[in-house]
């Protein structure tokens, strides 16, 4: 185990900010957490543990130490005939590990293709994406407690996940809450993958795909690689043109407040919730008050899609965390002052 320090952290971002670590170092077993806890002089030190840096704004450099999650392997931990357990590690790259599933005949995961990111970032934001939230196809996940050293398991509801939330992005702030933000390292996390396989296509742009391709009975690949091309159609590649996703989330708002909005908007997209509440298509507000495609400084909101915040100046001219949250703020505020809604941003700043 070796503590780098002074590490550039340009390469573990997907906006491609610049930053640095002051001190970094890589975690490829439960035994380095272990050898870190050892040594005296890193004990105690605040940390930061840091996945596959996809949703993630750095406004300056990190203090803390980073924990950088590189746990690998794959495999399958059990079978039944109503599921597939596969376990994949921290570490491991999420569409990678999907490619990797598919391929040795465990389907399931395939509606969340190419969302960038680790396999460990996965459950703390709930991922989700046409149709298929990470929460449906969980088992149980194993981490570390950075405070005294143990592991320890969660099942889902231990989990407390909801729209691209989870215990793991709340601090813990009484005895009775149990959030455990910047706490726990995520190390392994199981897969339930229910037997037999079923479609799960009931999503516009997936409905569109079947009608192109005249084929209503996809097969698990099918579905794969219709999200790979509607992602690849609306989303940039991070490579390309960094982002961090979607940059906000999509609210929510009661029945009554909705049908204010389309007294005055007819055409906002909106969605009815199981719960009684309305979620309105983010993208859609930003849209409308006009955003797409401007810029502050080099912080784009992307032409095709509002939702997403785009690193105009690239690799070599990059932009800064400070122009991306000054963006963001600007939208904030001309989406509160059209429609009074207030838009929560999706990543984590740092
Ligand atoms: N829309 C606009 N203008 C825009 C963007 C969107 O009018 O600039 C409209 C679209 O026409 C559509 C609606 O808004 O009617 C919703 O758009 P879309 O289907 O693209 O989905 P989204 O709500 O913008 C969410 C997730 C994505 C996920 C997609 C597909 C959130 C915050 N985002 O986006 O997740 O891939 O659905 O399921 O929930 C992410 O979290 O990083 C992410 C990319």
Same mark, same amino acid.
């Given at each position: ?11 573990? #971002?997907?906006?491609?900010?610049? +930053?640095?670590?002051? #001190? ?7 035994? =380095? ?11 105690? +030190? ?16 990190? @203090? ?19 599921a597939w357990i596969v376990e994949a590690g921290a570490g491991e790259v999420w569409h990678d590990a999907i490619q990797w599933m598919l391929a040795n005949g465990y389907p399931g995961l395939e509606n969340l293709a190419l969302i960038p990111g680790t396999v460990g970032g996965a459950p703390v934001q709930n991922i989700g994406a046409y149709g298929v939230e990470l929460q449906d196809r969980f088992d149980s ?15 889902? /509801? ?35 993958? /229910?037997?037999?396989?079923? +479609? ?12 192109? #391709? ?5 097969? *698990? ?7 790979? /091309? %509607?992602?690849?159609?609306?989303? *940039? =590649? ?5 982002? /961090?996703?979607?940059?906000?989330? #999509? *609210? ?7 049908? =204010? %909005? %389309?007294?005055?908007?007819?055409? %906002? ?5 199981? =719960? ?15 955003? @797409? ?12 899609? +509002? ?21 963001? @703020? ?14 929560? *941003? ?5």
């Amino acid at each position: 185990m070796i503590v780098e320090n002074n590490v550039p952290l340009q390469p573990y #971002n997907s906006f491609g900010i610049v +930053a640095r670590a002051q #001190n970094l170092v890589r975690i490829a077993s439960e035994g =380095d957490v272990a050898e870190l806890r050892a040594d005296p002089r890193w004990r105690d +030190a605040p940390r930061f543990v840091l996945g596959g840096g996809s949703n993630i704004v750095l406004t300056g450099d990190v @203090k803390p130490l980073v924990l950088k999650v590189e746990i690998k392997g794959l495999r399958l931990v059990e079978e039944t005939p109503r599921a597939w357990i596969v376990e994949a590690g921290a570490g491991e790259v999420w569409h990678d590990a999907i490619q990797w599933m598919l391929a040795n005949g465990y389907p399931g995961l395939e509606n969340l293709a190419l969302i960038p990111g680790t396999v460990g970032g996965a459950p703390v934001q709930n991922i989700g994406a046409y149709g298929v939230e990470l929460q449906d196809r969980f088992d149980s996940l194993d981490a570390i407690d950075l405070d005294t050293g143990l592991s320890f398991t969660l099942d889902a /509801a231990q989990c407390a996940f909801g729209y691209r939330d989870s215990v793991f992005k709340h601090v813990r702030s009484g005895p009775n809450d149990f959030g455990l933000s910047g706490r726990a390292l995520i190390s392994r996390v199981r897969f339930r993958l /229910a037997k037999p396989w079923k +479609a799960v296509v009931g999503y516009l742009d997936l409905e569109r795909k079947m009608e192109e #391709n005249g084929n209503f009975t996809p097969s *698990p690949t099918d579905v794969f690689d219709w999200v790979c /091309a %509607i992602r690849r159609a609306k989303l *940039p =590649d991070w490579r390309v043109l960094g982002n /961090a996703g979607s940059f906000f989330k #999509n *609210p929510t708002v009661t029945p009554e407040q909705c049908a =204010d %909005i %389309i007294a005055r908007d007819p055409k %906002i997209v909106h969605y009815p919730m199981a =719960d009684g509440s309305i979620k309105l298509a983010a993208g859609w507000l930003i849209d409308a008050c006009g955003w @797409k495609g401007k810029s502050v400084g080099n912080a784009g909101v992307y032409e095709k899609q +509002a939702l997403v915040l785009v690193n105009r100046g690239g690799l070599e001219n990059p932009v800064t965390g400070g122009e991306v949250m000054t963006l963001a @703020k600007a939208i904030q505020t001309s989406v509160y002052e059209r429609f009074g809604i207030r838009l929560e *941003p999706e990543p984590v700043v740092v």
